[in-house]
């Protein structure tokens, strides 16, 4: 089976911090990794993913991730938060051959103008 | 275009009532995941329709949650003789991709509250 590590609950950094949030998977094959963005009162939203290829993925609003898979981990960069990236962060993979997705437990960032 | 769409935003309900949760997904899109996201504990998954192939109900946590889809489009989430447990958000997701490899594209979700 498959699951995902969100090492952070909860992360505070004062605005232009640089920020990691840290993800790592337990499975044995290929995978899609999936970083999922909910910010207050909104639903959830695809920041990016990777399927295959360059394993330095770059999403939507600066973000970017990078797989690393002998370490299993597809952690979340941003050089310099914004106030308006106050938000939970989720990280989700799933397996080859599987449509489901398995969720981290999410990391709530707050940033602080 | 149109993303995809829940109803109710909000659910009370007593303690043993039946409840029904419906979903849009986006239009074509083949994929219909249902999801609970209970306070801490992330998103857990329940359900899943593919086109007209018989859905995955391995998510469900008991007999008392069912969920249909007609005609490959809508779906309707059902619990039966809520309990306080239940009370989560349960989020709908419309994929597109090739199967098994869907990108999914989340609703705003139903907050069920059991009383």
């Known amino acids: 089976a498959q699951s995902v590590s969100q090492h952070n609950h909860h992360v505070i950094l004062s605005e232009a911090a640089s920020l990691e949030l840290g993800c790592n998977y337990s499975?044995?094959?290929?995978?899609?990794l999936f970083w999922y963005v909910q910010y207050p009162g909104q639903h959830l939203q695809l920041l990016l993913k990777?399927?295959?290829?360059?394993?330095l993925v770059k999403g939507i609003k600066g973000f970017e991730a990078e797989f690393i898979k002998s370490k299993f981990s597809f952690n979340l960069r941003k050089p310099s938060v914004q106030w308006s990236d106050t938000a939970e962060y989720f990280c989700?993979?799933?397996?080859?051959?599987?449509?489901?997705?398995?969720f981290g437990k999410g990391t709530k960032l707050s940033v602080i103008p | 275009g149109a993303g995809v769409s829940q109803s109710p935003s909000n659910k009370v309900t007593e303690k043993g009532k039946d409840v029904e949760l419906r979903c849009d997904p986006i239009?074509?899109?083949?994929?219909l995941y249902w999801y609970r996201q209970s306070l801490g504990q992330g998103l857990e998954f329940l359900i899943y329709?593919?086109?007209?192939?018989?859905?995955?109900k391995s998510g469900l946590p008991s007999d008392r949650f069912s969920a249909e889809r007609t005609g490959g489009s809508v779906s309707t989430l059902t619990i039966q003789r809520t309990q306080q447990e239940d009370s989560a958000v349960y989020l709908c997701?419309?994929?597109?991709?090739?199967?098994?490899?869907?990108?999914?594209?989340f609703g705003p979700g139903t907050r069920l509250t059991v009383t």
């Open positions: 990777y399927f295959s290829g360059d394993p």
């Open positions: 997701a419309s994929g597109v991709g090739t199967s098994p490899f869907y990108e999914q594209y």
């Open positions: 329709f593919q086109g007209n192939s018989a859905p995955d």
């Open positions: 989700a993979v799933n397996g080859a051959g599987s449509y489901q997705l398995t």
């Open positions: 499975y044995g094959g290929t995978v899609n």
């Open positions: 239009s074509g899109h083949t994929a």
